[in-house]
């Protein structure tokens, strides 16, 4: 039935990451790439939205009016707008608004931003050392480099899923009930014990299960990136398809990858909350 996997790819994949692909390698390599892609994409895009997604949620709970405004506008802006129009907003804005790749701006130092992408250091095992991007004459040479549609689909995902967390982390504290911090406080707890030891493990049972279908809409939303152009599972499974004929098969491999990579999410999440102590089951 996937025999036809064997068969020379007979395409060329635009971004391969760290692998090296051509045309004339089996189908299933050019399968492999497309998932690495996703997971190249989908990882970072996790970390960001876990990252942003407490920042703002406790923001919103903060006394201050500035990060507690800040915090609100911009989850409810996110929340509002379609995830495929932030992506869009997201590609256009690199495409359009950044500078050449010969007037690269530099973010940091090893960091440069273009229309070319983002250019960062790199371990060069042939030198045995850091190679670090630097201003060419006509584009940024040495260290490696994201392209703009990776960045576009990095910052949509994790920023649109940080807003939904936001609101997770928030009902979260605010399920804590108040009496249960008072009698900590009564009995000599400090804040900082109050912070760690009492609010944030009660807070976390309330979290978690929300939390893991955050991180599983991120993994799902992922083949929106068909939409910039950036070579993910689906976009590779749908060249391969039209490439092959073999409809049924591309589509069923693409449903149990992803079938597994959402189980795989679920199963770590329900690890941590088995290490945290947060209880309830997956």
Same mark, same amino acid.
């Given at each position: 039935?996937?025999?036809?996997?064997? =068969?020379?790819?007979?395409?060329?994949? !635009?971004?391969?990451?760290?692998?090296?692909?051509? &045309?004339?390698?089996?189908?299933? =390599?050019?399968?492999?790439?497309?998932?690495?892609?996703?997971?190249?994409?989908s990882i970072p895009a996790?970390?960001?939205?876990? #990252?942003?997604?407490?920042?703002?949620?406790?923001?919103?709970?903060? *006394?201050?009016?500035?990060?507690?405004?800040?915090?609100?506008?911009?989850?409810?802006?996110?929340?509002?707008?379609?995830?495929?129009?932030?992506?869009? #907003?997201?590609?256009?804005?690199?495409?359009?608004?950044? *500078?050449?790749?010969?007037?690269?701006?530099?973010?940091?130092?090893?960091? #440069?931003?273009?229309?070319?992408?983002?250019?960062?250091?790199?371990?060069?095992?042939?030198?045995?050392?850091?190679?670090?991007?630097?201003?060419?004459?006509?584009? /940024?040479?040495?260290? &490696?480099?994201?392209? *703009?549609?990776?960045?576009?689909?990095?910052?949509?995902?994790?920023?649109? $899923?940080?807003?939904?967390?936001?609101?997770?982390?928030?009902?979260?504290?605010?399920?804590?009930?108040?009496?249960?911090?008072?009698?900590?406080?009564?009995? !000599?707890?400090? *804040?900082?014990?109050?912070?760690?030891?009492?609010? #944030?493990?009660?807070?976390?049972?309330?979290?978690?299960?929300?939390?893991?279908? =955050?991180?599983?809409?991120?993994?799902?939303?992922?083949?929106?990136? /068909?939409?910039?152009?950036?070579?993910?599972? @689906?976009s590779v499974g749908n $060249?391969?398809?039209?490439?092959?004929?073999? @409809?049924?098969?591309?589509?069923?491999?693409?449903?149990?990858?992803?079938?597994?990579?959402?189980?795989?999410?679920?199963? &770590?999440?329900?690890?941590?909350?088995?290490?945290?102590?947060? !209880?309830? $089951? &997956?």
């Amino acid at each position: 039935m996937f025999e036809f996997l064997g =068969q020379p790819t007979g395409f060329d994949i !635009g971004e391969t990451g760290p692998w090296l692909f051509s &045309a004339e390698q089996p189908l299933w =390599q050019a399968f492999a790439v497309g998932l690495s892609n996703t997971l190249r994409v989908s990882i970072p895009a996790i970390a960001l939205a876990l #990252m942003l997604g407490t920042l703002m949620g406790l923001g919103r709970l903060s *006394p201050l009016p500035l990060p507690r405004r800040l915090s609100t506008f911009v989850v409810n802006s996110v929340r509002n707008v379609p995830l495929l129009v932030q992506l869009l #907003m997201w590609y256009f804005l690199m495409v359009e608004w950044l *500078p050449e790749p010969m007037d690269a701006v530099q973010l940091l130092p090893g960091l #440069m931003l273009s229309k070319g992408g983002l250019a960062f250091p790199w371990w060069d095992p042939q030198h045995g050392g850091w190679s670090l991007p630097v201003q060419g004459t006509f584009n /940024v040479d040495g260290g &490696a480099a994201v392209t *703009p549609e990776f960045l576009a689909v990095l910052l949509a995902l994790g920023l649109y $899923t940080a807003a939904f967390i936001a609101e997770v982390v928030r009902a979260g504290v605010l399920s804590v009930p108040l009496s249960l911090l008072e009698a900590a406080e009564t009995l !000599g707890a400090t *804040p900082a014990q109050l912070r760690w030891k009492v609010l #944030m493990p009660q807070a976390l049972r309330a979290i978690r299960p929300p939390l893991t279908n =955050q991180l599983l809409n991120l993994i799902k939303n992922s083949p929106l990136a /068909v939409a910039v152009g950036y070579p993910d599972l @689906v976009s590779v499974g749908n $060249t391969a398809l039209n490439q092959t004929g073999r @409809v049924f098969e591309c589509i069923t491999l693409m449903l149990c990858i992803y079938l597994l990579l959402s189980w795989t999410v679920a199963l &770590a999440m329900h690890w941590v909350d088995r290490r945290t102590g947060a !209880g309830g $089951t &997956a």
